[in-house]
């Protein structure tokens, strides 16, 4: 069976950010995943209705996307409003998707409060990280699947190309 990926928007170059950009990677694996047909976009935070563009959010007071989901932080735009509730509707989005679409892997970009995998922020809208994992990686990981954010394209690759290598013909 064809290894599907389940990857953020906006590294697929889709203008769908909070400030309405869009963060493309350029990576052959890209290009060639694409005419393969493997992989699976998605914006969660567009999925759930939220707009482009959009207030910054973070996790409050340090906490990680697992805390969201078990509703133990909630999830703040700078300018006050509480968008837990669509936090957690985007992470549940994605994960459809990515059972819908057969995606065991996903690709996403770090440092978002959705899909932030290896850092997050603080929640004080100073630009300090914390390790950490946003809503939607937290779910995703949470039902098996294996992500991977932008930094380790390589290692997705190896993980991607040799379960291909694996299969049956
Ligand atoms: Fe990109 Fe994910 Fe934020 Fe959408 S929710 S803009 S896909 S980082």
């Known amino acids: 069976m064809t290894a599907r990926i389940l990857v953020s928007a906006c590294l697929m170059g889709h203008a769908v950010r909070y400030d309405g950009a869009a963060k493309p990677l350029r990576h052959p694996a890209i290009d060639r995943w694409r005419q393969e047909g493997r992989l699976v976009a998605i914006c969660p935070e567009m999925s759930a209705g939220m707009p482009v563009p959009r207030p910054p959010a973070e996790i409050e007071g340090g906490g990680t996307g697992a805390d969201v989901l078990a509703g133990k932080a909630r999830v703040l735009e700078k300018t006050g409003g509480d968008v ?62 294996a992500v991977y954010s932008e930094r380790e394209i390589e290692a997705l690759v190896a993980s991607v190309d040799g379960e291909a290598a694996k299969a049956p013909t």
């Open 84 to 145: 837990t509730a669509e936090f957690r509707h985007a992470a549940e989005n994605a994960l459809a998707l990515a059972r819908e679409t057969n995606c065991r892997f996903a690709l996403l970009i770090d440092g978002s409060p959705s899909c932030g995998s290896g850092f997050i922020y603080d929640g004080r809208f100073t630009g300090t990280r914390v390790a950490g994992e946003g809503a939607t990686a937290a779910l995703l990981r949470a039902n098996g699947i």
